[in-house]
C-alpha cells in the first residue's frame, strides 16, 4: 500500500503497488453514501487495469495503460476494505455494492468475470450487489454475453448492476468523448434489453452532463425502453484533463436549474432519472479515476499497449 488519504465517514482513496513494479500502481475507493450509514449502505470501488486503454476525453486515467489486472489483484483490493472493518468477512450491511468503476474498462479484461464468480463465495454479505460501469466498447461482445450469464445465475432479481457511460446522445460526441470503437445507441439497448428481467434493478444509461454534450430525450426513448433503462446523471467531475480540453459540467454552472429541466424532460418521456451530485468534500476526497496515481507515471508506450489489447477498434 502506498497511501491512503480521506475519510473513513466520507470516503478513502487507497493506492497501492502491485508486483514490485512502480509503474503497476492502481488505486480502490472505500465509500460511503452521504445519505446512509454504513449499516444501510457500503460502496467499494475497485480497479480492474493498470491505467485504461479507452482514454475517454475527461479521465485522469486515459493516457497511460499497462495491462489487465489478475482476478486475485480484484478482489484483494475488496479484501483489504472488507476484511479490516470485518476480520470474520461477515458484511452486515444492507447494501453492500462493489464497483468495478474506477481504473479501467472492465469489459476488456476476463478476470473481471471471475472476480464476480468469486464474489459471493469469498464473503459473507446477503447485501451484495456488484456493479459494472462500462463504455460498451465493440471488441467486447463475448465478454458481456458472459456477463448476462453470470447474472442470470449468480445475481438475479436486483442483487446486480450494470451502467454504460453513454453520456451523449450525439454520436459524434460519444466517439470525441470515449475515443474506442463501441456499441452504438441501438446496440446499448439491443443488449439491455436482452439482459434485464423481471425483478432486476433497471439497466443505467449515465450522463455527465457537459456543456457541448448533448442529451435529446426524444432520441433515447426513441430507443431505450423506461421500462428496463433508468438515467442517471453526474456532473463532469472537473479534471486536469477536462480543464486542458475546455470542457465545462453543465450541473456545477447551473446545478438546480439544469437538474429540474432534464428530470422534467425525461420524465415526459417516462424515464426515472437520478441526479447523482456528491457533496464538495465527498467530491475532493474521492477525488477522479486516475488521479490517486498519476503522480510519477509515465505515458509513453501507451498507444502501442492499446492496439495490442484491442487490436485496432480505435476511432480514428
Ligand atoms: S472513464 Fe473509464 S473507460 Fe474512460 S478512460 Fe477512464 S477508466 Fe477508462
Not at 499497462?66 to 475488496?78: K, P
Not at 456488484?130 to 463475448?142: H, K
Not at 445465475?153 to 470525441?176: I, K, P, W
Not at 441501438?186 to 439482459?195: L, W
Request: proline letters at 6%.
Amino acid at each position: 500500500m502506498i497511501s491512503v488519504t480521506g475519510r473513513e465517514d466520507v470516503a478513502r482513496v487507497f493506492v497501492a503497488e502491485m508486483r514490485r513494479d512502480p509503474s503497476l500502481r492502481i488505486e480502490f475507493v472505500d465509500a460511503l453514501d452521504p445519505r446512509y450509514p454504513r449499516a444501510e449502505k457500503w460502496v467499494i470501488i475497485v480497479s480492474t487495469q493498470f491505467g485504461c486503454p479507452v482514454g475517454c476525453l475527461m479521465c485522469e486515467t486515459g493516457g497511460w495503460y499497462r495491462g489487465n489486472l489478475s482476478v486475485d489483484e480484484i478482489l484483494w483490493q475488496v479484501d483489504q476494505v472488507v476484511f479490516a472493518r470485518h476480520p470474520d468477512g461477515v458484511v452486515p450491511s444492507r447494501k453492500f455494492k462493489v464497483q468495478f468503476a474506477r481504473m479501467g474498462e472492465p469489459s476488456l479484461n476476463p478476470d473481471v468475470l471471475d472476480a464476480l464468480r468469486a464474489l459471493p463465495s469469498r464473503y459473507r454479505a446477503a447485501g451484495l450487489i456488484p456493479c459494472v460501469a462500462t463504455t460498451a466498447p465493440a471488441s467486447a461482445r463475448r465478454w458481456f454475453n458472459e456477463l448476462s450469464a453470470i447474472k442470470r445465475d449468480m445475481y438475479s432479481c436486483g442483487a446486480f448492476q450494470l451502467q454504460f457511460s453513454v453520456n451523449s446522445t450525439d454520436e459524434t460526441v460519444r466517439d470525441r468523448v470515449m475515443p474506442v470503437r463501441k456499441w452504438s445507441l441501438e446496440e446499448i439497448a439491443d443488449f439491455g434489453h436482452g439482459f434485464y428481467r423481471q425483478g432486476d434493478r433497471k439497466v443505467v444509461l449515465n450522463f455527465a452532463l457537459a456543456e457541448g454534450w448533448p442529451l435529446d430525450a426524444g432520441r433515447l426513448a426513441a430507443v431505450f425502453d423506461p421500462g428496463c433503462f433508468i438515467i442517471k446523471i453526474t456532473p463532469l467531475n472537473p479534471t486536469a484533463r477536462a480543464r486542458d480540453k475546455g470542457i465545462g459540467t453543465v450541473l456545477y454552472t447551473d446545478r438546480q436549474d439544469a437538474c429540474d429541466r432534464v428530470v422534467e424532460e425525461l420524465a415526459a418521456f417516462g424515464f426515472q432519472t437520478i441526479i447523482s451530485i456528491g457533496s464538495d468534500e465527498e467530491m475532493a476526497i474521492r477525488s477522479n479515476c486516475g488521479q490517486g496515481v498519476a503522480v510519477g507515471r509515465a505515458a509513453s508506450g501507451f498507444k502501442q499497449a492499446r492496439a495490442q489489447v484491442l487490436g485496432s477498434p480505435f476511432m480514428p
